[in-house]
């Protein structure tokens, strides 16, 4: 990820560079006692200072500067959020005035972050959406009603990847297999099935390649810096050209899937109806209760909810799964430690399924140890004050940007023995579980605005790392040790590995 402006026009830059400095020196100045933080250049701020892992260069800044920081990116104002005292208060008592996102531009695409539950402003649209995801999508019944199929999509992963492994051999390879891969694939079709009941995607079909690619692209440039977002009076010109190519991507996304809506309304009048409600007959049988939000949803708001849900379950899911198993690699005796427990709870004569996991804590441990340390989000979504605020002692104005760093407030060495090794022991004795409870531990978020799939996060990343461990052997490669495995970071939208894992499976369970 690069915060340096290399993909911005120059001769744009020089022609209103003048207009900048008059706007600039124009609009009111920024009053009140404000938290202490590096100082900036002008026009641009701190901006060049973040450097390509931003959360990385804040956590840093937290040792000159204190736990809650005060940059300013460009023209916005924003407030950084470090440790878990500081966290607590602002999920606790500053929650609702703080409850509004900042919406990055290319999300603006199609009107984009009005139908989405995790950027949409904070008011009763996004109240009925959150209702229905927490209330009909989410719960504990129908996650239960849908273990099966969690199950026959495991199944599959494990089928594709022995199939690539194979393939590679028989072209003279070492049968490597990307892993990433295959938890993307597992999680898009999971994604799929609650959806829209279908697997929408296989890893030999070429039909389904261009909804996987557009999903791809769009992910990509919705994690990519742009400059219009901190220079907002540059967003009419798009210098760097992405809400451009965000418009041509979203809306060849958005139209394939607008024909799995249109399928099922077609169905729907024709008298055939799912045997079992997914969450798309959730969406379209919705009628609201004149109170709060719409009366109805929207063909183009379902459309857009459909295509946030498999944004944010596929990608967030699926790196998780990879650093937690990229940990494991990398520490033999804590791989040996959940081998083992599964084969004491599970034996080998079946797959480890759903219910096991309340009876295996280390399995736990090692999912909350992986949260800890690679947060999907490490600065969480940006959060934006809907009016001015006392937080801690400071004035923060309305329409300030908020940042919360979970991924510095999981290596606090206040909070963490030890914070930078992968320990999962740690929480064997703990109960610091990471349900927006405990701030210590805030990989999901707290507060109003906490992540709604987080229930279904932990069951697929619970069941997901078990299977890897318990149905395969694994083989590094050729002179590959367990400490070459590295923790190299790439943020876009999501914190993933820089450099994915690529290992050789071998089949262990005869079932």
Not at 10 to 37: E, T, W
Not at 458 to 484: I, M, N, Y
Request: hydrophobic share 40%.
């Amino acid at each position: 990820m690069e915060w340096a402006l290399t993909s911005i026009n120059p001769l744009a830059i020089s022609i209103f560079a003048g207009l900048l400095l008059l706007v600039l020196f124009l609009r009111p100045k920024n009053s009140g006692k404000k938290p202490p933080g590096p100082k900036g250049v002008p026009i641009f701020g701190n901006l060049l200072q973040l450097g390509d892992l931003p959360h990385e260069t804040m956590h840093k800044w937290k040792q000159t500067y204190g736990p809650v920081i005060w940059l300013k990116l460009g023209s916005v104002y924003t407030m950084v959020v470090q440790d878990a005292a500081s966290a607590s208060e602002l999920f606790k008592k500053h929650d609702l005035p703080f409850a509004d996102r900042k919406v990055p531009d290319v999300l603006t695409a199609y009107d984009f972050n009005q139908g989405t539950l995790g950027m949409n402003q904070f008011g009763g649209h996004w109240r009925v959406l959150r209702r229905l995801c927490s209330m009909e999508f989410l719960v504990n019944k129908r996650m239960n009603e849908t273990t099966e199929l969690r199950h026959r999509i495991r199944e599959n992963m494990e089928r594709w990847i022995l199939e690539e492994s194979a393939a590679a051999r028989a072209q003279g390879g070492t049968g490597a297999i990307q892993l990433s891969r295959f938890l993307f694939l597992l999680a898009f079709n999971l994604v799929g099935n609650l959806m829209l009941s279908r697997d929408l995607l296989d890893a030999k079909d070429p039909e389904s390649r261009e909804f996987f690619d557009c999903m791809n692209k769009v992910l990509e440039l919705a994690g990519t810096p742009n400059i219009a977002d901190y220079l907002p009076y540059l967003k009419w010109m798009d210098p760097a050209g992405m809400k451009r190519n965000m418009t041509k991507n979203l809306g060849r996304t958005m139209k394939i899937s607008s024909k799995f809506i249109q399928e099922r309304l077609n169905n729907r009048k024709a008298g055939k109806f799912q045997e079992k409600k997914d969450f798309l007959d959730v969406l379209l049988e919705y009628e609201g209760d004149g109170k709060d939000g719409p009366d109805r949803i929207t063909e183009k708001n379902i459309n857009i909810i459909i295509t946030e849900m498999f944004f944010a379950g596929s990608e967030t899911t699926s790196i998780s799964i990879e650093w937690g198993f990229a940990e494991l690699l990398r520490s033999p005796h804590t791989f040996k430690k959940l081998r083992e427990e599964l084969d004491r709870v599970v034996g080998v004569n079946r797959r480890v399924e759903e219910k096991d996991v309340e009876n295996m804590p280390y399995l736990q441990a090692v999912v909350k140890e992986t949260l800890r340390l690679h947060p999907a989000l490490p600065l969480l979504l940006p959060r934006n004050t809907m009016e001015n605020t006392n937080y801690l002692g400071y004035d923060i104005p309305k329409g300030t940007q908020v940042f919360v760093n979970a991924w510095g407030i999981g290596r606090d060495p206040k909070c963490w023995e030890d914070p930078l090794a992968f320990k999962p022991e740690r929480f064997l004795q703990s109960n610091v579980e990471y349900k927006g409870q405990h701030f210590e531990l805030i990989p999901f978020g707290s507060g109003r605005r906490i992540c709604v799939g987080f229930p279904l996060a932990h069951r697929v990343v619970h069941l997901t790392l078990a299977t890897l461990v318990q149905s395969f052997d694994w083989d590094l490669g050729p002179g590959v040790k367990p400490e070459d495995i590295d923790r190299e970071e790439r943020l876009g939208l999501t914190l993933r590995k820089k450099n994915p894992l690529f290992i050789i499976p071998k089949k262990r369970l005869n079932i």
